[in-house]
C-alpha cells in the first residue's frame, strides 16, 4: 500500500499561543492509470481521488513534498488575505472621507441612480421569470448569481406596477414570437 501525506497547520482556538503542524497520513484505496484514491488514517471515511501529474495535490506521496506544497498553500493564503485588507482599508478610508465631506448631495444623487438601476434590473428578472413560467422568488433560487438584491427591496423601487407591466408585455412578446417561428 502506497501512503501518501498532508501536511496541515491548527491555530490555538482559546489563547493566543502559536498553533502547531501536524502531518495526517493517508493510505491508497484504489490505484488507477492517472492517480490513486485514497483514504485518511486511522478513519477511513472519505475518499479522496489524487491526480498523479497535477501541480496541486492534496496528498503527496513523499513528505517533504507534502511540506513544500503546505508552504505554497500558506503564502497563497497569505496573498489573498493581503489583497482582501488592502480592499477592506481603502473601502474604510473612502466611508470615512465621504463621512467627513458631508457629502450628503453627491449621496441623494446615487440612491436615485441606484432606484433606477434596481428598478431596471426587476423588470429585467421578472421578464426573464415569466418566460420561464416562474415567479420570481423560483426564478432568484433557481438562478441566485442572475440576481443579487432582495426582492422585497426590489418590490420598493418598482413604481407601482410599471415595472412589471413591461417585463409581462416583453414576456408575452417573446412567447409570441417563439410560437410564430415554430409554425
Not at 484514491?37 to 496541486?56: C, H, M, S
Request: hydrophobic share 35%.
Amino acid at each position: 500500500m502506497t501512503k501518501y501525506y498532508r501536511y496541515d497547520y491548527q491555530p490555538h482556538e482559546y489563547d493566543d499561543a502559536e498553533g502547531e503542524l501536524f502531518i495526517r497520513t493517508f493510505t491508497t484505496v484504489k490505484k488507477t492509470p492517472k492517480g490513486a484514491w485514497v483514504v485518511e488514517q486511522p478513519y477511513g471515511i472519505k475518499k479522496r481521488f489524487i491526480l498523479d501529474n497535477a501541480t496541486k495535490k492534496y496528498a503527496c506521496p513523499e513528505i517533504d513534498q507534502a511540506l513544500t506544497s503546505l508552504i505554497a498553500r500558506k503564502k497563497r493564503q497569505i496573498g489573498i488575505l493581503t489583497y482582501q485588507l488592502r480592499d477592506a482599508q481603502h473601502a474604510l478610508e473612502l466611508a470615512e472621507r465621504l463621512q467627513n465631506s458631508n457629502g450628503l448631495s453627491h449621496q441623494c444623487r446615487d440612491e436615485e441612480n441606484t432606484m433606477k438601476t434596481n428598478s431596471l434590473k426587476f423588470a429585467i428578472l421578472t421578464a426573464a421569470a415569466m418566460s420561464q413560467h416562474l415567479s420570481i422568488d423560483k426564478f432568484i433560487a433557481m438562478n441566485p448569481r442572475r440576481a443579487s438584491y432582495n426582492p422585497g427591496e426590489m418590490a420598493l423601487y418598482s413604481k407601482g406596477n410599471s415595472g412589471v407591466c413591461q417585463a409581462r408585455r416583453a414576456a408575452k412578446t417573446r412567447r409570441n414570437i417563439r410560437v410564430r417561428s415554430k409554425k
